[in-house]
């Protein structure tokens, strides 16, 4: 209850202040103001579960997009951090959503390090949403380290694209 | 299928022994690994029995046998097709041997005998000889199942190493490794150092990675998603049963048993970060060792198993380190490079193998634990990784996808010779290296 009364709340916010910067709604959502009805693609099968399903994994699929990182390294970029400030956005903007941020690494170097730097690179995405505001209970994470690539070219382009954290919507 | 149990009856209670005379005479001789150069012949066995069944048996041992020395490195086998002894029509012993018809091959050393199959079981006696001095070196009778025969005559090479080496060889083991080369699924194998009597021992259908052997080679650790979380599995390779030794939150990771068996060092993300912990072997948490914000993964015991070498990016990047058992006394060994991860300790306990990335490219070298003396071992392109060393300590299994696909390959301690050990499709990775078998 209290939850549907936070959606209404942030709808008539947005009707009143058009102008306020960064509050924007997320992508794939229809729909004028206060229209109440909203429609959305949404991630909600985690990269494990689609690959033993035997499908493609999902990469910006759905409302949350992934970020990505230097070769050995769990920062975030300018450029991570703007993508994460709009997931931020998003994930305040449906506070019952629950998500998973998967953290990835490319193929080169140790499958157990791998692991580890996964892990690292899910939880300082989490760190920084929690930092924006989101709450910390929304958000689990899991490392795949190298296991589940987008891609398995062995260049740079497909590497970058390897090193990511991807969010899965859990609902609600 | 329960092996290793027969193994157990048959070998260890039946297994008699007897060795030549002055066969430290020979010992000496034998150039370096990676030399290739001591001719030995191998002749098939002779068919004791009288019907045909099991024919080929001889023939199977010599080629299995041939095989493993070739892997060794030492050894030049003498070509089967130019052999003038007949297995069926010539004798295996020192007094009945032309050993005149293997010298004039070329042969300094030979290897002769007998088997013997009735119904299930088989009975196999056979010598090494030297061809110059015209004696018997050493010889063994085995006795036990017909599925023992790969066993058999791996032992008879481990026994040749010990003979011409002054060491037992590292055939009678086994490797443990992650392929995905029947399906999508990364799944745990095991087979023989030469390939053979291969087995496939999980079926998640999940991700499988980073298996390690028990001292007595009868369990395996590794962790698996089955369960949907990196989780730590235990296995006993016998009876086959599986038990989630750790479902902590989290990674649980790259298990490792000391070498008493007593203790499992290994990875945990519990809370915040992945450091290095003991548990006992009921998955009881005994100690936690590393205590730091970085990265801690890939714990490799010493041999006497006081110390354990890790990897660790708390100086920026990932870097070998090495602490006591109990988590003291944590110092840094590499300062070359910003990549070396993936510690494997010898069992001689001299050297620390590991996966350096430099120039792009991904190798293995080894390094006193002193953090003096790096080797490189590999030279080829692309990512050579997953270093275990072999039981005697004189050869490295490693995983390399130098000609395309990940597949293993073996190496001496110097790196000088390199056989591809398996074959097909998929990717094969994470070999572990088993002690030998009981």
């Known amino acids: ?172 | 299928m329960n092996t290793w149990n027969r193994v157990g009856l048959a070998l260890a209670g039946v297994l008699f022994f007897w060795v030549g005379a002055g066969d430290a005479q020979v010992r000496g001789t034998i150039f370096g690994p990676g030399s290739r150069s001591y001719p030995i012949a191998v002749s098939p066995l002779r068919n004791l029995s009288e019907g045909a069944v099991g024919r080929e048996l001889g023939a199977r041992f010599a080629d299995i046998l041939e095989r493993d020395l070739v892997i060794s490195g030492y050894f030049k086998i003498v070509d089967r097709a130019t052999h003038i002894e007949q297995p069926q029509t010539s004798g295996t012993d020192a007094e009945t041997i032309n050993f005149d018809s293997w010298a004039v091959l070329g042969a300094l050393a030979l290897v002769k005998g007998t088997f013997q199959l009735e119904g299930d079981m088989l009975a196999v006696e056979v010598k090494l000889f030297d061809v110059a001095q015209r004696r018997q070196l050493t010889g063994r009778r085995y006795r036990g199942s017909v599925d023992l025969l790969r066993r058999m005559a791996h032992r008879f090479a481990d026994e040749i190493m010990l003979q011409f080496t002054g060491e037992r060889g590292p055939f009678d083991s086994r490797i443990a490794f992650v392929s995905n080369r029947d399906g999508r699924f990364k799944e745990v194998y095991v087979m023989s150092l030469d390939g053979g009597d291969l087995q496939q021992v999980t079926k998640a259908q999940s991700i499988t990675v980073s298996p390690s052997w028990s001292p007595d080679t009868r369990y395996l650790l590794y962790t698996s998603y089955k369960r949907g979380n990196p989780d730590l599995f235990l296995l006993d390779v016998v009876s086959g049963r599986e038990l989630v030794l750790s479902r902590r939150g989290g990674l649980n990771l790259g298990g490792r048993f000391s070498p008493d068996g007593s203790t499992i060092a290994m990875t945990l993300e519990e809370g915040a970060n992945s450091e290095i912990v003991l548990l006992d072997r009921t998955g009881d948490l005994v100690k936690q060792l590393t205590e730091h914000w970085a990265i801690d993964v890939s714990p490799s015991w010493s041999p006497d198993g006081r110390q354990i070498a890790f990897c660790s990016n708390r100086s920026g990047t990932p870097q070998i380190y090495i602490m006591n058992a109990d988590g003291t006394w944590v110092r840094r060994i590499t300062y070359e490079g910003d990549y070396n991860t993936a510690p494997a300790w010898s069992p001689k306990g001299d050297r620390i193998a590991f996966v350096r990335r430099y120039e792009g490219g991904f190798n293995i070298f080894t390094i006193r634990p002193d953090g003096t003396d790096a080797k490189q071992l590999t030279q080829a392109a692309g990512n050579n990784e997953d270093p275990s060393w072999s039981p005697d300590g004189r050869y490295i299994v490693f995983s390399s996808n130098r000609t395309g696909r990940k597949k293993l390959y073996v190496m001496d301690a110097s790196g000088v010779t390199q056989v591809q050990l398996t074959q097909g499709g998929g990717d094969d990775t994470s070999p572990a290296w088993s002690r030998w078998l009981e």
């Open chain 1, 1 to 172: 209850m209290a939850s549907r009364v936070l959606v209404v709340a942030a709808l008539v916010f947005l009707v009143v202040l058009p102008g306020c910067p960064g509050r924007k709604k997320g992508p794939g959502a229809a729909g004028g103001e206060g229209a109440g009805l909203e429609e959305r693609g949404v991630d909600t099968a985690g990269s494990l579960e689609r690959y033993k399903a035997g499908e493609k994994l999902a990469g910006d699929s759905g409302p949350l997009k992934d970020v990505h990182f230097a070769f050995d390294s769990y920062e975030l970029d300018d450029e991570a951090r703007a993508v994460l400030r709009e997931n931020a956005n998003w994930l305040l903007d449906h506070p019952r959503e629950k998500v998973e941020i998967e953290g990835h690494c490319d193929e080169r170097g140790t499958v157990e390090y791998n692991l580890a730097l996964g892990a690292k690179r899910a939880r300082a995405v989490k760190d920084y949403l929690v930092s924006l505001g989101v709450a910390a209970d929304r958000m689990t994470t899991i490392s795949y380290g190298e296991e589940l690539p987008l891609c398995t070219e062995h260049n740079e382009e497909c590497w970058a694209r390897n090193r990511r954290a991807h969010f899965v919507l859990l609902g609600d």
